[in-house]
Structures are given as C-alpha cells and as structure tokens.
C-alpha cells in the first residue's frame, strides 16, 4: 500500500514537471514570437521597410517545433503551429510555413488562428512565385472576410500584383478601395503612391501630378516628400510646363535632407534647361553633375547627354565621342551603357569612312566597287545610326555622281530617293531618281527594288535584270521540267551579268541541273565543279563545289546494292541531315560515273545502304497532298534514307531526291519520322545505320 502511494505520488510528480517543461518550452516559444512580431510591426508603422529580428523568429521556430513534435495533442497545438508557420515565413521557408497554415485550417477550423492562416498561405504562395493560386486566395479573402484589415491586406496584394504586371487599371481599383475605405493611414498612403504611378505609367501625367500631391494628406515621410516633388516635377515637364517643373526640383535642389539625391535632382533642371532651349545652361548643368559625381550615375548620364548635346545640336561628333567614352560606364544602366557604347562606335566608324583615297583614272572595277562601298556605308551610318538624314542624302548621290559605274551607284540612287520620299515629302522628286535607275542600270541587281516602289512589278519594265533571268530559269527547271530551257537560262546569267550577286548561284545551277537530270556521262562535270571551285574557294559555291570533287571516303566494304545500283561505291557527300546528297558522281578508274539513283544508297558515311526490307508496322501520321504543292503535279518514289533504333523508332532523316515543293517535302518528312518499322530481321549490331525507305507520293484524283 505505501509502495502504490509513493508510485502514485511519482506519476504525479512527473505530469507536473512535464508540464512545467511543457508550459516553459512554448513560455519562451511565444516571448520570442512576440518579441520579434512587436520589432516587426513598429516598422511598418513609421513607413520604413520592416526589420525582421531573424535570431528571435529563430528562437520562436525551434521551441514551437519542440511542442509539435512531442505535444500532439495539447491545447496550445494550434498556436504552436500559428507561431511555427509565422517563424518560418519570415525566416523566407515558405514551402514549411504554407504546410502548417494548411494543417491550421484543415483540423482546427475553430481557432482564432485561422483568419491570419489564410492571410498568411496566400502570402506564401505568393512568395513561392505560384502567382495563380496567390491570386485566387487572396481575391477569395477580399470577397469573402469580414474582417476590415484582412480585406485590406488581400487588396493590397493583388493591387501589387496586378501593378506589377502592367495591369494598371485593374490594380488601381484595389488601391483605391483601401484609399477610400480599407487600410490605415499607413496603407492608404502607400496605396496612393501607387494610384499615382499607375497613372504616370499610363502618360496621364496631369491625373498623376494631382495624384502624387494628394499624398501630402497622409503625413508623408521625408523619403516621400522627396518622391512626390520629384514626380510632380517630371509631370509638369510632361505637359510643357517647364517653369513649374523647375520649381519642384529647384525646391528639392536646396534642401540639405536630399543632399544623397543631388546628382539627380541636377539632372532634371539641366533637362528643364533644354526643354526651354537654353542649351548653354543645360550643357554648364551637366558639366558641373559630370565634375561632381564622376563615381555615380548621374555623372555617367551628364556625360551621356553632353554627347547627345554635341552630337545633335552641334554636329561636333569628336566632342561627342569623347562624351560617350566617358558614359561607357555600367554604374549609369546597362541600356545606357550599351548605348553610349554603340554610338562612340558609330562615331569611330564616320571617322574611318571619311578616309577616302583619290582613285586614279586607271582603277579597276573592284577598286572603284570598293571606293563607292566604303562611300556607301558611311551614308547609311549618317541616315540609320546618327540619324541626319541631309547628311546622308549627300553621300548616297556621291556614290551616285563619282561612282556612277559602280555597283553601288543605282543602289545608291535609291537610297537617296527614299530619303526624298520619307524626309522630304518629295515624290516626284523620288520618282526622277528611280526612273533614272531604270534608264541607267536596266540590268542591275537592283532593278527590282526600283520597279516595285514605282508600282511597275508586271509591266514591260519588269523584265531583262538577272533576277528576272534566274527565275525563268526556276520556273521552267521546277514548275515546268523543261530541263533544256532552264539550263539556258541559268547558263545565260552565269554569262551575261559577271557583276551579279546571282552569277555565282546561276553557274552552280548551270551545272547542277546537267549533272541531276541530263548527264552527259563524261568528266565534263568534274571540271566544270574543279573551275567554279579554283576561282571562287572563298565563296559558298566555291567550296560546295569542291565538296562535289572532295575524295571518296570509303570505310566500310559495300553491302547489297540494289539491282540497278551497278558497282559503284564511293561518293562525297554534303551537310545537312533532311536535304539531298548533292555530290557530284566522281569518276572512277574506268571513266565511269555514280548515277543519281545510286548516290541514294550512299550514307553520310560513304557507305553503300540497302533498302528496308518491310514498309512501316504503325504510322501515327496520314499523308495529306500539300495544297501548296498542287502546281507542282508531283507523284512518284522519294528516296528517304533513315536511321533506326533497336526499337524501330527513326532517330535520323536524309530526303534524297526532294521534289520541287518544300511544303510537299516537309509533309513527307512528319508523315515518315512519325513511322515504326519492324527491326526482328535486322542484326542487332545493324541498329543505328542507315537504310533506304522508298515512300510513294500520289497524285490525288482531282489533279490527275
């Protein structure tokens, strides 16, 4: 009996030391809690941006955690989590304390805890960047609380978040909810700046000015003051009001409490100098803004807008240079910066371009090609980069006077007509120039350009230029098959227009179109390719003809070729991955040459391929007739080389014989690249090479 009292006593002993630990633990949880809320809280009511006592939220999170973990089922459950959760939102885990303002409104829908915990998860998703869901909460609580403040906190959010998005509109109607009725003097200031930004982003600037003085009714703070005469003052220059603009910034340029924000303050009287045109006062501004902060930003910007100064309104481009040197500065913004940069370059390169050699009577056509090019480029510097459009007029009729030989001169011409046109509303001035294109340079490259400004395209002048040559070329070669009469064309620009820019793609073609539909079955095309690549290597035809002539790679020996496959075995080979194999067929020891159907079974590699065996198991995709591709009258065999993996799935693509229609081809590739194959005949050492696949293309009945 005495041993069951003094155990009874030892459980009661126990249970109260428990709790005291217990009641300690959560004791010192909720003074800390408190200490660090109080800190926070009376920040935000001077207006300052809040100072989280991190060591405090700290303490509060740990012994809150202590009675979640071991205390399930207490009374104080709850407001350990409230205190947990809250802790942990300020020490920025946002994922932990949305999870237990989940647990406060799932299990304890009764506790005072819950209005806040809803309040709180939508500010941590919002924290978390899940903007949607943020949303929908916090419209939930400002449609559905009752409470006052809640309202006002969910309409701020979702002011700030519409704001940020750029949907001014609809965040100024939260805004002014908490202006009119919702927040404390506190909120409604804050949300007022806003109002007033919002209007300023939306150039309503005489709303806005109205705006950002209304917040002198909510007590503003010093930092405030200083914004809301700042933005008065850049609206009044908005609305031409410079004198009244540079009263506000004049007012802030004497107060000692903006001494921080001089350089800026400066900044916008040296532009409320030139807005009035005093470009003397405004240039002495920004110098004395340039000496006194040459470390700051607004050091960077004077200098920035000196250059513009002495680039625009006194045409003194090496002063401006030097200006944009000096602003080439990343402390002034990096649109700034990549700006002062560009402009200093452009500077450079009129200096450059200036440097004109005289050319004797005996220069040769590239020499004076050069000369006019060089003449040419600065015109464009003047009209696009530093934007003097009379300047530039000057320079395009140059190259139209001095180089009127050149390559460059009709394209010059037109330039200055355009500047004509656009700058100086003189279109019959324009015309004169482009019809004297037309008269002067018939067979120049930019013949076309001329003809559609003056509206002529399908007209008689409409014809005899290169351009026009090469496309009958394409249209008999593609729209027509009439392979003779496009070799004659591409054959008659090759030459006829030696200073073409379609001369070289025309003796390429001249040639491709033998070697593809007639060839003549000698080596005739092997040095044809060699000439066009041993006098032009530099250009892109050059060295796509000396891929033609390459030698053969040859690594493997041949598999089966197909019947009419011969024995041929070696082949060069282009780039690209969905084009045809457009090696030339290269002579072998007996003179004899790969004809086009046996280049098909050649894979990049160089070795000989053979066709699939069995058509696709699944296609995943139905073949539809290109509406595009009806002028083309296209049926037949594509030659597709494809690479398969283990499982039958095309991991690579090669249309070898592509038709004249790229939307016809392109259609056959998602159709193909959509397939399956069966892969149980294929060596699985086989898998990943290449094989033939021939895809039949039909005409649709109503074509035929």
Not at 159 to 170: A, S, V
Not at 184 to 213: E, T, V
Not at 413 to 442: M, Q, W
Request: charged share 30%; proline share 4%.
């Amino acid at each position: 009996m005495k041993r069951f009292r003094w155990l009874a006593g030892l459980a009661v002993i126990v249970l109260f030391l428990s709790g005291c630990v217990y009641y300690n633990t959560f004791y010192n949880a909720r003074k800390s809690f408190d200490k660090a809320e109080g800190m926070r809280k009376e920040q935000e009511k001077l207006g300052k941006p809040a100072q989280i006592a991190k060591g405090d939220y700290t303490r509060a999170r740990d012994k809150s955690q202590k009675i979640i973990d071991k205390y399930p089922t207490s009374g104080w459950y709850d407001d350990a989590l409230y205190v947990n959760g809250v802790s942990h939102y300020y020490l920025g885990d946002y994922n932990r304390a949305e999870r237990r303002f989940r647990e406060i409104m799932a299990n304890y829908a009764e506790s005072p805890y819950v209005r806040d915990a809803r309040l709180y998860l939508a500010k941590s998703k919002l924290k978390q960047k899940d903007m949607a869901e943020a949303r929908v909460l916090f419209e939930r609580l400002f449609a559905e609380s009752r409470e006052k403040d809640v309202k006002a906190e969910a309409a701020m959010a979702l002011g700030e978040f519409y704001f940020e998005n750029r949907e001014y509109e609809k965040a100024t109607e939260y805004f002014v909810s908490i202006v009119d009725s919702l927040g404390d003097g506190l909120m409604q200031k804050k949300s007022q700046l806003y109002i007033a930004d919002a209007l300023f982003a939306r150039f309503k600037y005489r709303l806005a000015m109205d705006a950002y003085l209304k917040v002198f009714d909510f007590n503003p703070t010093t930092e405030e003051k200083f914004r809301v005469n700042y933005q008065a003052g850049r609206c009044s220059y908005m609305l031409n009001d410079v004198e009244g603009g540079m009263a506000y910034f004049n007012k802030l340029a004497v107060d000692e409490f903006y001494y921080d924000s001089l350089g800026s303050i400066k900044l916008q009287i040296a532009r409320g100098y030139e807005l009035d045109n005093d470009l003397v006062l405004a240039e002495e501004t920004y110098r004395q803004i340039a000496e006194e902060f040459p470390n700051k930003a607004s050091g960077v910007i004077a200098n920035y807008n000196l250059g513009l100064i002495y680039q625009y309104d006194y045409e003194d481009y090496e002063a401006a240079k030097g200006f944009y040197d000096k602003a080439k500065q990343r402390i002034g913004g990096e649109e700034l910066y990549q700006d002062a940069l560009q402009r200093s370059t452009n500077i450079g390169k009129l200096e450059e371009y200036r440097i004109q050699e005289e050319l004797d009577t005996a220069a040769t056509p590239d020499e004076i090609d050069s000369a006019a090019a060089t003449q040419y480029l600065l015109g464009e510097l003047y009209l696009l980069q530093l934007e003097i459009p009379d300047s530039a007029y000057q320079e395009f009729m140059y190259v139209a006077e001095s180089f009127d030989e050149s390559i460059f001169a009709p394209k010059a011409l037109i330039a200055a007509a355009l500047i004509r046109r656009d700058f100086y509303g003189d279109t019959l001035g324009c015309d004169s120039l482009l019809r004297e294109v037309l008269r002067k340079y018939p067979r120049s490259d930019f013949i076309p350009e001329a003809i559609g400004i003056l509206g002529l395209a399908g007209t008689a002048a409409d014809s005899g230029y290169p351009l026009w040559y090469y496309r009958k070329a394409e249209e008999f070669l593609f729209d027509d098959s009439l392979i003779d009469s496009a070799h004659y064309y591409y054959a008659w620009v090759a030459d006829s227009f030696s200073r073409s820019q379609y001369n070289l793609p025309a003796r390429y073609a001249s040639i491709w179109v033998l070697e593809e539909y007639a060839s003549p079955g000698d080596s005739s095309l092997v040095y044809a390719y060699a000439e066009l690549a041993d006098s032009f290597p530099a250009s892109p035809y050059g060295k796509e003809a000396d891929k033609k002539i390459a030698p053969p790679k040859r690594r493997t020996p041949p598999r089966d070729l197909p019947s009419n496959a011969g024995a041929a075995t070696e082949s060069a080979t282009g780039p690209g991955d969905t084009t045809a194999d457009t090696s030339v067929t290269t002579a072998l020891s007996d003179d004899r040459f790969i004809t086009p159907e046996e280049k098909y079974y050649i894979d990049p590699e160089g070795n000989s391929i053979q066709e699939v065996r069995e058509g696709p198991i699944r296609c995943e995709k139905e073949f539809i007739y290109p509406p595009a591709a009806y002028t083309s009258n296209f049926e037949g065999n594509l030659y597709v080389q494809i690479k398969l993996d283990a499982f039958g799935q095309i991991v690579d693509y090669r249309l070898m014989n592509p038709t004249p229609s790229q939307e016809m081809d392109m259609e056959v590739r998602e159709v193909v690249m959509n397939c399956r194959f069966d892969t149980g005949w294929i060596d699985p050492e086989e898998t990943n090479f290449w094989w033939i696949y021939k895809y039949r293309v039909v005409l649709p009945s109503h074509l035929k």
